[in-house]
């Protein structure tokens, strides 16, 4: 079998990273209790979502803390376009549809062939899902913005697991990475590292869990939530074919009050509160990446619009 040959970018990238290690104060020991990252280690990790870069579209399983429950998605993710589409399944027939997000927000399609809304019946694969979303009429997208919730927090996870360029290693020794043990899924050994998540981080936002391989490439990333509850993502597959569909973003889609959310109340297509709703999320602190609250003290109020009779 032939090794395929790297970009100049890669190699570029490669000899940027592994001189910046070499000067860097990283460790070389031994055993299965956290530590320091070596200088390899360290070359490893900041080239992780470089990679994860270049081989998008990737497939992903999404797998996120529900009350009762865990929603499960199986998507396509484009890091290039910052756009997914897929299947989420929550093990309720009623629960279960065609998923898209991106970075502002994320939009639920159910339509059934009458055109009415109702359960779907579960794709034979991720492929026939992608076709699905791309068949939907653009108007049968019910959209929202990210909130609260853990489902929410995963999605936008998913979506800060690559960049176009090296991290930089600098950076991330001074974020105290640590090897926390070497760890074996479907026959492959990983090694496992807790890390800061990738994006600006948050008081109080919890460290990461990465499972990368020997070429740099991420397999598995966890962030643990409160009460032993865990956000998983499982990056399953790279260079999916097809990749992302413009179905959902083809056109603006609606955002409607009456659709039913996927945690079994109307709030899910309406715009976040600023409070998990008390029938989609326990009362838990919530690992959430969004953007810091608008302040009513300096927002310009609107003058009410008055009803024509």
Request: with cysteine.
């Given at each position: 079998?032939?090794?395929?040959?790297?970009?100049?970018?890669?190699?570029?990238?490669?000899?940027?990273?592994?001189?910046?290690?070499?000067?860097?104060?990283?460790?070389?020991?031994?055993?299965d209790a956290?530590?320091?990252?070596?200088?390899?280690?360290?070359?490893?990790?900041?080239?992780?979502?470089?990679?994860?870069?270049?081989?998008?579209?990737?497939?992903?399983?999404?797998?996120?803390?529900?009350?009762?429950?865990?929603?499960?998605?199986?998507?396509?993710?484009?890091?290039?376009?910052?756009?997914?589409?897929?299947?989420?399944?929550?093990?309720?027939?009623?629960?279960?549809?065609?998923?898209?997000?991106?970075?502002?927000?994320?939009?639920?399609?159910?339509?059934?062939?009458?055109?009415?809304?109702?359960?779907?019946?579960?794709?034979?694969?991720?492929?026939?899902?992608?076709?699905?979303?791309?068949?939907?009429?653009?108007?049968?997208?019910?959209?929202?913005?990210?909130?609260?919730?853990?489902?929410?927090?995963?999605?936008?996870?998913?979506?800060?697991?690559?960049?176009?360029?090296?991290?930089?290693?600098?950076?991330?020794?001074?974020?105290?990475?640590?090897?926390?043990?070497?760890?074996?899924?479907?026959g492959r050994?990983?090694?496992?590292?807790?890390?800061?998540?990738?994006?600006?981080?948050?008081?109080?936002?919890?460290?990461?869990?990465?499972?990368?391989?020997?070429?740099?490439?991420?397999?598995?990333?966890?962030?643990?939530?409160?009460d032993d509850?865990?956000?998983?993502?499982?990056?399953?597959?790279?260079?999916?074919?097809?990749?992302?569909?413009?179905?959902?973003?083809?056109?603006?889609?609606?955002?409607?009050?009456?659709?039913?959310?996927?945690?079994?109340?109307?709030?899910?297509?309406?715009?976040?509160?600023?409070?998990?709703?008390?029938?989609?999320?326990?009362?838990?602190?919530?690992?959430?990446?969004?953007?810091?609250?608008?302040?009513?003290?300096?927002?310009?109020?609107?003058?009410?619009?008055?009803?024509?009779?």
């Amino acid at each position: 079998m032939r090794t395929p040959m790297r970009s100049p970018w890669t190699w570029a990238a490669l000899a940027v990273v592994t001189a910046v290690c070499g000067t860097l104060p990283f460790t070389v020991t031994g055993g299965d209790a956290p530590r320091p990252l070596s200088a390899d280690e360290a070359r490893r990790m900041a080239l992780t979502r470089f990679r994860a870069y270049r081989d998008s579209p990737a497939e992903v399983t999404v797998r996120a803390p529900l009350p009762g429950g865990t929603a499960v998605v199986r998507a396509v993710v484009d890091e290039h376009r910052h756009r997914a589409v897929g299947w989420f399944d929550t093990g309720d027939a009623a629960e279960r549809g065609l998923l898209a997000w991106d970075g502002t927000g994320l939009s639920l399609a159910r339509p059934r062939i009458d055109g009415s809304a109702g359960p779907l019946a579960r794709p034979a694969s991720l492929a026939e899902a992608v076709r699905d979303a791309a068949r939907v009429s653009p108007a049968a997208w019910i959209r929202r913005a990210y909130g609260p919730a853990s489902l929410d927090t995963a999605l936008r996870l998913t979506l800060s697991l690559a960049a176009a360029h090296p991290d930089n290693t600098r950076l991330l020794a001074r974020s105290a990475p640590r090897h926390l043990r070497q760890d074996r899924i479907d026959g492959r050994t990983y090694d496992v590292f807790s890390a800061p998540p990738p994006t600006s981080a948050v008081a109080g936002e919890p460290l990461l869990t990465y499972w990368i391989d020997r070429a740099g490439r991420l397999r598995r990333v966890r962030a643990d939530l409160d009460d032993d509850r865990t956000i998983v993502v499982d990056v399953t597959a790279a260079r999916v074919h097809p990749g992302v569909p413009e179905g959902p973003w083809a056109a603006a889609p609606r955002q409607g009050r009456g659709a039913e959310s996927i945690c079994g109340s109307a709030a899910w297509a309406r715009p976040a509160p600023t409070e998990p709703a008390p029938d989609c999320e326990p009362p838990h602190p919530t690992y959430e990446l969004s953007t810091p609250p608008v302040d009513p003290r300096t927002t310009p109020r609107r003058s009410p619009r008055r009803m024509r009779g």
